[in-house]
């Protein structure tokens, strides 16, 4: 067996990926593909850290050392139980140190090739940060623009049904980047692991064709975009939805037809808007929002919030905004996107 220093350019040639961190270090952002085997869970952790700092690192290294070895002990009997003497795993922790090196040594003792990632999970952290300035500056992008409720997103995703390459960012960001952009039961990811999935997903591109995605502002709920990647955005070609009114109001009513059945959720969202509305003007709304009457309130938040809004910052940000592409269409009914994003795929 070799025992020599591997990289994050080494993840491909391990038959596992194995984070020894605590399950809260892991739930946080991880190597895309590795499983959480801890030496150490949360608690644990907790207390071999307070002992460090109040009593010394000794205690604390005695204490822990006799924690880490039942929990590698539990994981062998179980997890790795089944696994055949050629299988090479490589492990990892927070800086590539004790936690993982404790680990490796067990598993090279039974008789596995188990290799330590060097400076562990930050070398990874330091590898995405990389990928996102390398590739962000280079990507062939083509901006979706409109105001809310022009199906936008859903346009994208029928983009990709059709085979073209598209950078879906509110999924990324489990968030559709408005104030009522929460999507129901879904917690956003941390910012760090947003940007594992980012740079997972450009990685992917061919940069020799075109890569659609849609007009986003700084921040997508409590989502930063990396600056690389906002600074491309606003560069880049766009094609403006223009649908009527109508069609918009339509599609929203459809698409967000879900709030009507939290209505003082709904209402609460509303009361992020104070101060940029009249106190008369969000009373009502969130009146509507209590009784579940969503066309007045979405035809209000369109002509009165949204499109303001989307007239003041889009010709702002996005330098070709004005002398963009503009597809224009009165039905955003799912057959209607479909063939809308025919026409925009055409050219």
């Given at each position: 067996?070799?025992?020599?220093?591997?990289?994050?350019?080494?993840?491909?040639?391990?038959?596992?990926?194995?984070?020894?961190?605590?399950?809260?270090?892991?739930?946080?952002d991880?190597?895309?593909?590795?499983?959480?085997?801890?030496v150490l869970?949360?608690?644990?952790?907790?207390?071999?850290?307070?002992l460090?700092?109040?009593?010394?690192?000794?205690?604390?290294?005695?204490?822990?050392?006799?924690?880490?070895?039942?929990?590698?002990?539990?994981?062998?009997?179980?997890?790795?139980?089944?696994?055949?003497?050629?299988?090479?795993?490589?492990?990892?922790?927070?800086?590539?140190?004790?936690?993982?090196?404790?680990?490796?040594?067990?598993?090279?003792?039974?008789?596995?090739?188990?290799?330590?990632?060097?400076?562990?999970?930050?070398?990874w952290?330091?590898?995405?940060?990389?990928?996102?300035?390398?590739?962000?500056?280079?990507?062939?992008?083509?901006?979706?623009?409109?105001?809310?409720?022009?199906?936008?997103?859903?346009?994208?995703?029928?983009?990709?049904?059709?085979?073209?390459?598209?950078?879906?960012?509110?999924?990324?960001?489990?968030?559709?980047?408005?104030?009522?952009?929460?999507?129901?039961?879904?917690?956003?990811?941390?910012?760090?692991?947003?940007?594992?999935q980012?740079?997972?997903?450009l990685?992917?591109?061919?940069?020799?064709?075109?890569?659609?995605?849609?007009?986003?502002?700084?921040?997508?709920?409590?989502?930063?975009?990396?600056?690389?990647?906002?600074?491309?955005?606003?560069?880049?070609?766009v094609?403006?939805?223009?649908?009527?009114?109508?069609a918009?109001?339509?599609?929203?009513?459809?698409?967000?037809a879900?709030?009507?059945?939290?209505?003082?959720?709904?209402?609460?969202?509303?009361?992020?808007?104070?101060?940029?509305?009249?106190?008369?003007?969000?009373?009502?709304?969130?009146?509507?929002?209590?009784?579940?009457?969503?066309?007045?309130?979405?035809?209000a938040?369109?002509?009165?919030?949204?499109?303001?809004?989307?007239?003041?910052?889009?010709?702002?940000?996005f330098?070709?905004?004005?002398?963009?592409?503009?597809?224009?269409?009165?039905?955003?009914?799912?057959?209607?996107?479909?063939?809308?994003?025919?026409?925009?795929?055409?050219?």
């Amino acid at each position: 067996m070799s025992h020599r220093p591997t990289t994050v350019d080494d993840l491909a040639g391990f038959d596992a990926v194995i984070d020894v961190r605590s399950p809260a270090e892991f739930a946080l952002d991880h190597v895309p593909g590795a499983i959480n085997c801890p030496v150490l869970d949360d608690e644990e952790r907790r207390i071999v850290g307070t002992l460090y700092v109040q009593v010394s690192a000794f205690e604390a290294r005695k204490l822990g050392g006799a924690m880490v070895a039942r929990n590698i002990a539990r994981h062998l009997d179980t997890a790795f139980r089944d696994r055949p003497k050629g299988w090479r795993p490589l492990l990892y922790c927070w800086r590539g140190g004790m936690r993982s090196g404790s680990f490796v040594t067990w598993m090279r003792l039974v008789g596995w090739d188990a290799q330590q990632l060097q400076g562990g999970y930050k070398s990874w952290r330091t590898h995405v940060i990389a990928r996102i300035a390398a590739l962000a500056p280079n990507l062939p992008l083509r901006v979706l623009c409109g105001p809310t409720g022009s199906a936008k997103t859903r346009v994208l995703q029928a983009l990709g049904a059709l085979g073209e390459q598209v950078l879906d960012l509110e999924a990324l960001a489990a968030h559709r980047g408005s104030v009522l952009g929460a999507l129901p039961g879904t917690e956003q990811p941390s910012q760090k692991a947003f940007e594992t999935q980012l740079a997972t997903a450009l990685n992917g591109f061919d940069l020799a064709r075109t890569v659609w995605v849609e007009a986003e502002s700084r921040r997508i709920g409590r989502i930063s975009l990396p600056d690389a990647l906002l600074e491309r955005l606003r560069i880049s070609p766009v094609v403006q939805i223009d649908a009527t009114p109508d069609a918009r109001l339509a599609y929203l009513l459809r698409d967000y037809a879900w709030l009507g059945d939290e209505p003082q959720g709904l209402a609460d969202k509303l009361g992020l808007l104070k101060g940029m509305l009249a106190n008369e003007t969000l009373a009502q709304w969130q009146g509507w929002a209590m009784a579940r009457n969503l066309p007045p309130l979405f035809a209000a938040l369109m002509t009165q919030h949204y499109d303001p809004l989307y007239a003041r910052s889009q010709g702002r940000h996005f330098e070709k905004l004005s002398g963009g592409r503009r597809v224009e269409t009165d039905d955003l009914s799912e057959a209607g996107i479909a063939a809308l994003a025919r026409r925009i795929a055409a050219g």
